[in-house]
């Protein structure tokens, strides 16, 4: 009896310890949240190299098993011999012919991006008096029967006009050394992110070619750890997450490649103005679900403004009309559905992962939602099915509720609601009361 009575008081001793130490640490969070922020920031900048090698090993590996799948077929066809020092060649090729691929790829990006776009800025800033003419006089002409309304407008466009000379020459040049100095720092900050993303190559060629043995050893521990059931059930939903992650993703990035080729196609055929710069932009924010069109046409329809401001109107139509195709006939057949969540959860799921996390938000948020959505959904039919409840949502439509005592549906009825018969909820203690009170009759 005292023994048992010591295990119940060393118990409660170990409570109060993790009670109070529990107090301290958030006590410590509430109010020291800019050393822990600090603190935070450097554990992620000595982690960047990894998590960068994570993140490209994690995208990469599709193309990695595609070139490896059919290289091993043209090896059989060929009747050698597969030997495991054969197949780890193979390997080592297809993940060093992926990553040439990728910087190959942004080397050609950047090859015919750049020129484009110092030419665009050069252009702008050479002709931009033209430009504003180009806009004054289209404007006369639509307002030519209304001479009051051209008056305020042209007002209006020179009088900031005048107020953007007045920035340029008295706030950027005199601060032109500050200007010198935020660019040197910004370059150095560019050069770490550059060798980040240098170690983090080096490090996913690393994870790709052996990634079966990682996720041997991942497996192993949670087997050691865990129950074997539990290991199972966490396995199955990693799994999950990497299905939905990956399907995502996959798919954003190939629509937003097509729909950039097909606004390139469309640009010159109506012969606009920047028109590889402004396809780059749209395929770019198309990443954004929803979002992502109105992001990119928007800037792209101001670049052709100030050159023409009646191609910047065919532009406008034809961004909607592709885009109305992309969300009704292309993406539904590429993403297939993948993420299986209604508009109004998507536009939810962007907003929020925008406002908490940025871009970096906006472009995870539709599979991060989608996950949780499934977390949600499997708990709540697990409960229904623990209370003996139908868990299809057709039995829960046009009911006004269901009968407590036998579950039977109510049909939605307009009438007065008592206000006596509100917010009566019975605490658990008085359910199991009433239960017991049951079970002794």
């Not at 196609?265 to 109506?270: E, N, P, S, V």
């Not at 509100?422 to 009433?434: L, N, P």
Request: proline letters at 4%.
């Amino acid at each position: 009896m005292n023994l048992n009575k010591f295990r119940q008081q060393i118990r409660w001793g170990i409570t109060i310890f993790f009670v109070i130490a529990a107090s301290l640490i958030f006590y410590f969070v509430l109010f020291h949240m800019d050393i822990l922020r600090h603190g935070i920031s450097k554990i992620l900048t000595v982690f960047l190299p990894l998590i960068y090698g994570a993140v490209i090993a994690y995208l990469f590996n599709p193309i990695v098993k595609f070139f490896e799948k059919y290289t091993l077929k043209l090896i059989k066809k060929f009747r050698f011999a597969l030997t495991d020092r054969k197949k780890k060649i193979t390997r080592l090729i297809c993940v060093l012919f992926t990553i040439f691929l990728f910087l190959l790829a942004i080397y050609a990006l950047l090859a015919m991006l750049v020129p484009e776009l110092l030419g665009s800025i050069r252009s702008i800033i050479e002709n931009f008096p033209v430009y504003m003419s180009n806009i004054k006089e289209w404007l006369s002409r639509i307002l030519k029967n209304n001479p009051d309304l051209e008056s305020s407008a042209n007002e209006f466009i020179d009088k900031y006009l005048n107020k953007a000379w007045e920035w340029v020459s008295s706030g950027i040049l005199p601060r032109i050394n500050d200007l010198i100095k935020g660019f040197s720092i910004g370059l150095m900050g560019f050069v770490s992110f550059l060798m980040n993303i240098v170690l983090g190559i080096i490090i996913s060629i690393y994870i790709l070619y052996s990634r079966e043995s990682l996720i041997a050893n991942a497996k192993k521990a949670l087997y050691a750890l865990f129950k074997t059931e539990t290991a199972t059930q966490f396995i199955k939903d990693v799994q999950y997450v990497n299905h939905t992650f990956g399907g995502y993703i996959t798919g954003m990035i190939l629509d937003s490649v097509n729909i950039g080729i097909m606004c390139y196609i469309g640009a010159l055929f109506l012969n606009l103005p920047y028109a590889l710069l402004i396809s780059v932009i749209v395929a770019v924010t198309n990443v954004i679900p929803f979002f992502g069109p109105y992001l990119g046409g928007v800037p792209s329809a101001l670049l052709i403004l100030l050159v023409d401001p009646l191609k910047a109107l065919y532009f406008v139509l034809f961004i909607f009309l592709l885009q109305q195709l992309d969300g009704n006939v292309i993406a539904p057949r590429i993403l297939g559905g993948s993420t299986g969540l209604t508009g109004f959860m998507v536009v939810v799921s962007i907003t929020i992962g925008g406002g908490l996390f940025g871009i970096p938000g906006m472009l995870i948020g539709v599979p991060v939602c989608a996950v949780f959505c499934t977390i949600i959904k499997n708990y709540i039919e697990g409960r229904l099915k623990e209370k003996s409840l139908p868990t299809d949502r057709e039995f829960y439509k046009d009911i006004d509720h269901l009968n407590s005592k036998n579950n039977q549906r109510i049909l939605y009825s307009d009438k007065d609601i008592n206000p006596e018969e509100v917010f009566r909820y019975k605490s658990r203690r008085d359910r199991e009361k009433k239960d017991g009170a049951k079970s002794i009759k």
